[in-house]
């Protein structure tokens, strides 16, 4: 599953196809991540790579044993990364 963890306005200014936003500095982050299936794995990016590393931890400390940090959306825009 990919992740998109900037907010909802970087989101819509571009993202990665089939890419889920999750905002990272939303105050309800814990319970949004409560939704998510922990069997999945997730790639997760955002503008720099550091809100997605932050986010990766948090997963990971809440029983998601496979989260991968993809890094910033531009790089992976670049790479032409396709679902």
């Known amino acids: 599953v990919l992740l998109d963890v900037r907010t909802p306005e970087e989101y819509a200014s571009g993202h990665l196809p089939g890419a889920q936003n999750l905002n990272f500095r939303a ?5 949004q991540l409560q939704r998510l299936d922990p069997k999945q794995t997730y790639v997760l990016y955002c503008a720099s790579g550091n809100r997605s590393s932050k986010t990766a931890v948090l997963m990971q400390e809440k029983g998601f044993p496979q989260v991968v940090n993809a890094g910033a959306y531009e790089d ?8």
């Open 27 to 31: 105050p309800d982050v814990a319970q």
């Open 76 to 83: 992976l825009k670049k790479q032409d990364i396709k679902k």
